[in-house]
């Protein structure tokens, strides 16, 4: 039986994590407690999830001819991870994120540098890898025009795509109607929705239901949330794990969910799976460091 093919459409950033127990305010500068720099990105993180779940997995997106930019690329392919679809932009820096983690919470400013240069045409050319994939995994670390033209080759070809709808932001219906299945958190939902989730307003049972079997929302702690195609609301719970960083958590879940529905499971055991990886991810500190392996995986769905 041959593996799944995944392709991640997607960022590619260095995380620059600095741990600290105290925020600084405003002109306060405060003793950290520990830094290290890593491979990361929203793109990234969820390719190696889907890589080291047991899928075959290519990559598209843009480094900076950079010493970070060589080391995403080294990143990637120490897991197996084709890249023949990742350019090399001269002159340009490699995607960075500066993120601080506090009391097991993080706070993230993203840089997007070479992830900004991905254009249509780039996308164009790698279409063949495109229409060959079972699942198309995207997020919104790229320009949007780089999203709709992957959105508009897969429907072409009927390849169904996931998109993680991060950073938050409203799409057009359009683009929304190549989508097989949305993965936002709440405060993204309410954003595709024109809503705010900081309203006791903000129905999102009623959001997940405008998309019948389209939708599936993570809720932190809480598991995640979907409908099937006849409305009804479905829920997993989340797993009571040990939080040392929750900084992967959600790109685990993508690159889990994706390679279990690649792979011809149903909704309910993908998102079951992939609340599990999620839950395992959250265990270590860093984005993909504590990514699970499809046998750790197994092995925790076995003890459920």
């Not at 390849?159 to 109607?177: C, R």
Request: aromatic letters at 4%; glycine letters at 10%.
């Amino acid at each position: 039986m041959r593996k799944a093919r995944v392709t991640v459409i997607g960022s590619l950033n260095v995380d620059m994590v600095t741990v600290t127990s105290t925020i600084p305010e405003q002109g306060e500068t405060v003793r950290g407690d520990r830094f290290a720099t890593m491979c990361g990105g929203k793109g990234a993180n969820q390719a190696i999830a889907c890589a080291r779940l047991g899928a075959e997995v290519r990559f598209i997106g843009c480094v900076g001819d950079d010493a970070f930019g060589q080391m995403m690329l080294d990143n990637l392919q120490q897991e197996q991870i084709h890249t023949e679809g990742v350019d090399i932009i001269s002159e340009v820096a490699s995607g960075t994120a500066s993120i601080i983690v506090n009391d097991g919470d993080n706070r993230i400013i993203v840089v997007p540098g070479a992830n900004g240069l991905l254009t249509p045409d780039h996308i164009r050319r790698h279409a063949e890898t495109i229409r060959s994939s079972d699942v198309i995994l995207m997020q919104l670390e790229i320009p949007l025009p780089a999203v709709r033209e992957a959105l508009s080759i897969a429907a072409e070809s009927h390849v169904p795509v996931i998109l993680n709808p991060a950073p938050a932001m409203p799409l057009t219906d359009e683009m929304l109607a190549h989508v097989s299945i949305l993965t936002p958190n709440e405060h993204e939902l309410a954003a595709l929705f024109g809503g705010d989730d900081s309203e006791q307003a903000f129905e999102w049972k009623t959001a997940i239901r405008s998309m019948p079997g389209r939708i599936v929302l993570t809720r932190g702690a809480d598991g995640a949330y979907w409908s099937d195609t006849a409305c009804h609301l479905y829920h997993q719970p989340g797993y009571e794990v040990n939080v040392i960083d929750t900084t992967g958590a959600g790109d685990t879940f993508n690159g889990a969910l994706a390679v279990l529905l690649a792979e011809g499971n149903s909704m309910d055991d993908a998102v079951h799976g992939a609340v599990a990886a999620s839950a395992l991810a959250v265990t270590q500190f860093g984005a993909q460091s504590g990514m699970p392996t499809r046998s750790r995986l197994e092995q925790q769905l076995k003890e459920d």
